[in-house]
């Protein structure tokens, strides 16, 4: 396979650093928050990047499956919540993906996030290493 899209972000100084993506439009200041034992300065936090990521991502392959099953989500909302876990002497990640699909019954919004999760490359590319629960909310 080739690659459509590559996407370039350079990092420094880890957790209390910088990152800035090669094309300019992504440039921000990291901070530790405080529930790690940083400052909870006023940067964002690979985290906040994972979940916006996440959410944007699953949101789009929502809207292919949508589009395949002529369903309309235009007006769908998913909020992905990321949260950092000691592991052992490492750390892993524990997704929740919470969508809302508004105008859409319960058992095709089910069937539509679950055809999403299939689809997402986020959700692809965590598929066995991290837990991803899928929510769908009113």
Same mark, same amino acid.
């Given at each position: 396979?080739?690659n459509?899209?590559?996407?370039?972000?350079?990092?420094? +100084?880890?957790?209390?650093?910088s990152?800035?993506?090669?094309?300019? %439009?992504?440039?921000?200041?990291?901070?530790?928050?405080?529930?790690?034992?940083?400052?909870? +300065?006023?940067?964002?936090?690979?985290?906040?990047?994972?979940?916006?990521?996440?959410?944007?991502?699953?949101?789009?392959?929502?809207?292919?499956?949508g589009?395949?099953?002529?369903?309309?989500?235009?007006?769908?909302?998913?909020?992905a919540?990321?949260?950092?876990?000691?592991?052992?002497?490492?750390?892993?990640?524990?997704?929740?993906?919470?969508?809302?699909?508004?105008?859409?019954?319960?058992?095709?919004a089910?069937?539509?996030?679950?055809?999403?999760?299939?689809?997402?490359?986020?959700?692809?590319?965590? %598929?066995?290493?991290? *837990?991803?629960?899928?929510?769908?909310? *009113?």
């Amino acid at each position: 396979m080739s690659n459509l899209y590559t996407a370039q972000a350079t990092a420094q +100084g880890g957790r209390a650093g910088s990152v800035e993506s090669s094309d300019g %439009r992504v440039k921000l200041d990291l901070s530790v928050p405080s529930e790690i034992g940083g400052d909870g +300065g006023p940067g964002t936090n690979p985290e906040q990047l994972f979940a916006a990521g996440y959410a944007a991502c699953f949101q789009g392959a929502l809207g292919v499956v949508g589009r395949r099953n002529k369903v309309d989500t235009e007006q769908s909302r998913v909020t992905a919540q990321v949260g950092l876990q000691k592991a052992g002497l490492s750390f892993a990640l524990d997704v929740e993906l919470q969508v809302q699909i508004p105008g859409v019954d319960r058992e095709t919004a089910q069937k539509l996030v679950e055809a999403a999760h299939e689809v997402c490359p986020y959700s692809v590319g965590t %598929r066995g290493n991290v *837990d991803v629960r899928l929510i769908i909310l *009113d």
